[in-house]
């Protein structure tokens, strides 16, 4: 597909213009400012990473990200739109309306003498806390996380350069970590789940050796903060390709690191619908994503976490003795508890999951004005949603409960007051017998 011109003194290979199919059409006009400013103050300026694989790969780039020698206080100087961000990694980002085009200084390699330092530091587990070293674009290149991210696009003259065999990974179609596996993996175990997600973003394999020791270092992922996690899941689950990453997590035992309670369920094998559930929503997302239609993170964990909370339900009211209306209530606030110590999933989103789980109980009760009442929650059409999928999966009573939602929903005012009779008719005569 290329020719290369190698470059052994700087180890990289070059694809002039006339070899690649990337254009400056088809770069954010806010990238290209930011990468001609910084040439003309002196500087070397690459668009790098996921841009450029996706311009390779003939996809439309969700943002576009730039490396430079310019440190971060010398970026902040040359750009009066630019904020400082982050502590672990200091970057810059250059504000453009709700455009941001993010500018890292090139990164160096670590040494013993700066580790512990503000510069660099390490947990005992070998996890970088701390990575603020800067060095040159070849030391940038190995620092990187995937061959197929180490591509540098040059504004200079609009030549690609190529520092760890990217290219042939992305003609070959494998994700393949930089460095040692054990290494990466141990310096932010992140890259795991990014691992998978790039896999099946792609549709590529894992290399081998990037994909031998996740299962044995997923245990790791405990030591990421919660709020990190719950921002990654998001990513793996809720951007257009969440069922074949929810195989991968799966398969390497990922999973059940982010969704303890869940993945208990799946070892003891105690509901057989769990599975099936977690398929359609993550399908059903994936449908809604590609036809450009709004998903919400707290209906997808609402199924997620339906059949856990029903289990837990059960299991309160056999050892504690209570009602099942309350053993329900102390069931949600059990499963969140948990699950917010792994991923810390918001307040604004557990309150509607809790809305839309109280109503799965509520819609069995239609008689009087209550169907009424329950229409006019704003929570209704995300319940009626996972009622009906529900419904889908299990089948029975439950299949009459959804159709006749459905139907009341969708009718006129006048008919719904035909229907209520109806029940509350057929309320009283089981009542009687």
Known sequence: MFCHDKHPE????SIPRNEHNISRKEISENALKVLHRLNKQGYEAYLVGGCIRDLLLGKKPKDFDITTNATPEQIQKIFR??????RRFRLAHIMFGKE?????????????????????????????????????????????????????????DFSLRDYCGGITDLQKGLIRLIGDPQVRYRE???????????????????????????????????????????DESLKLL??????ATYKLLKEYHLFEQLF?????????????FLEKIIEQVLKNTDYRIANNKRVNPAFLFAAFFWYPII??????????????????????????????????????LTSIMGDIWRLQLRMKKREGKRAFAILE????????????????????????????????QFTSPEKRVIMVKQLNKTFKRKGKR
Not at 10 to 13: A, D, I, R, T
Request: overall charge neutral.
């Open 10 to 13: 700087s180890h990289y290979v």
């Open 81 to 86: 739109n630019c904020r400082l961000v982050g």
């Open 100 to 156: 941001i085009i993010e500018v890292a200084t090139f990164r160096g390699e670590h040494d013993n003498q700066l580790d512990q330092t503000n510069m660099s530091r390490r947990s005992q587990a070998g996890m970088l806390l701390r990575d603020n070293v800067y060095g040159t674009i070849e030391q940038d290149a190995i620092r990187r996380d995937f061959t197929i991210n180490a591509l540098y696009y040059s504004l200079k």
């Open 188 to 230: 932010d175990p992140v890259r795991m789940l990014r691992t998978v997600r790039f896999a099946a973003k792609l549709d590529m394999e894992i290399e081998a050796q990037t994909a031998k020791p996740i299962k044995h270092l997923a245990p790791l992922l405990k030591n990421i903060p919660a709020a990190r996690l719950f």
């Open 238 to 243: 809720q951007t257009g390709n969440g069922y």
């Open 260 to 272: 303890p309670a869940i993945n208990r369920l799946f070892t003891n094998n105690q509901n057989s």
């Open 311 to 348: 289990e837990q339900t059960q299991l309160t009211c056999i050892e504690g003795g209570l009602q099942f209306h309350d053993a329900f209530s102390v069931a949600i606030n059990d499963v969140l508890a948990e699950q917010c110590k792994v991923l810390a999933i918001p307040r604004r």
């Open 377 to 408: 929650n704003p929570k209704f059409r995300a319940a009626y949603d996972l009622l009906e999928m529900r419904a889908s999966i299990e089948k029975g009573e439950l299949l009459e409960l959804a159709k006749w939602w459905d139907e009341f």
